[in-house]
C-alpha cells in the first residue's frame, strides 16, 4: 500500500522567514495530495491541495508543489507568522474512494 | 466548506464499558466514512473504512469486534469502542468525503479524546 513519508519532524523558524515541509509517496497511482494544519486538541484543517495533474498551486502565502516522476510533494508557507505554528500533515490517496494515507506530521514553531 | 459534526468530543469512562461515538455529515451526503485514531504527538492512523450499507473494512490489527462500526445511512456513521481499556484511552477522529463533486476532499469531525479509568 501506500507510504508517505514527511520531513523535517520539526522546524522552528523566525516570524517573516519562510518554511518548507517535503514529503515522499510510494504509490505511483496516487493522484491526490493535500496539506492539513492541526492545531493542539483540534481537528485537522485542509489548507490546500493539489492533483497530479498539476505541479504547483498557490494560495496567498501557502504553496504546494508536486514532483510526479520523484514522487514527492512541498508545502511552502512564505512570510510566516506566530499564528502559522501548528502540526502540519501531507497527505495521499489514489481516488475519491480510498483513504488518505498521512505523513508523520511536521511541528512547524514560528518564533516571534 | 462542508461540515463534519462528531460527538461527544471528550469521554472518561471505567474500564470494562462501552463507548459510542458519532460522526454526521451536516450538509452533505458521504458515502464513503474513515475513522482515524491518533496518539498525543503522532499522527493519525487509519483504523477502518466505513461504507453506507456495507460492512466496514478495517486496517490490520485492528479488531473489528472491539471497534464496531455502522454506517446506517449516508449522513451518519457510528464507532463504538466495546469493553474499553486504558490502552484504547486515545484521539478518535471521523472524516468523510462528499458524493458526486468535489468527493476527493477528506473533511473531519472535531475528534473524540477518549480516557479510559
Redesign the interface.
Known amino acids: 500500500g501506500e507510504n508517505v513519508e514527511q520531513h523535517p519532524s520539526t522546524l522552528s523558524v523566525q516570524e517573516g522567514d519562510s518554511a518548507v515541509i517535503k514529503c515522499t509517496y510510494s504509490d505511483s497511482a496516487s493522484n ?1 495530495f ?1 496539506w ?1 494544519k492541526q492545531e493542539l ?6 489548507i490546500i ?1 493539489i ?1 497530479s495533474n498539476v505541479g504547483e498551486k498557490k494560495d496567498q502565502r501557502i504553496a504546494v508543489t508536486l514532483n510526479k516522476t520523484a514522487k514527492h510533494f512541498s508545502l511552502h508557507i512564505t512570510e510566516t507568522q506566530p499564528e502559522d505554528s501548528a502540526v502540519y ?1 501531507c ?1 495521499a ?1 489514489i ?3 480510498t ?7 511536521t ?1 512547524l514553531s514560528v518564533i516571534a | ?1 462542508a461540515v463534519v459534526s462528531q460527538h461527544p468530543s471528550r469521554v472518561i469512562c471505567k474500564s470494562g464499558t462501552s463507548v459510542k461515538i458519532e460522526c454526521r455529515s451536516l450538509d452533505f451526503q458521504a ?2 466514512m ?1 475513522w482515524y485514531r491518533q496518539f498525543p ?4 492512523m ?1 483504523m477502518a ?1 466505513s461504507n453506507e450499507g456495507s460492512k466496514a473494512t478495517y486496517e490490520q490489527g485492528v479488531e473489528k469486534d472491539k471497534f464496531l462500526i455502522n454506517h446506517a445511512s449516508l449522513t451518519l456513521s457510528t464507532l463504538t469502542v466495546t469493553s474499553a481499556h486504558p490502552e484504547d484511552s486515545s ?1 478518535y ?1 471521523c ?1 468523510a ?1 462528499a458524493t458526486g463533486s468535489g ?9 473524540t ?1 477518549l480516557s479510559v479509568l
Open positions: 491526490y493535500p492539513y486538541g483540534k481537528r485537522p484543517q485542509l491541495d492533483r500533515f497527505a490517496r481516488s475519491g474512494n483513504p488518505l494515507v498521512f505523513g508523520k506530521g511541528r | 466548506g458515502t464513503t474513515f504527538k503522532q499522527s493519525l487509519l473504512t484521539f477522529i472524516s468525503t468527493r476527493e476532499k477528506l473533511f473531519f469531525g472535531s475528534g479524546q
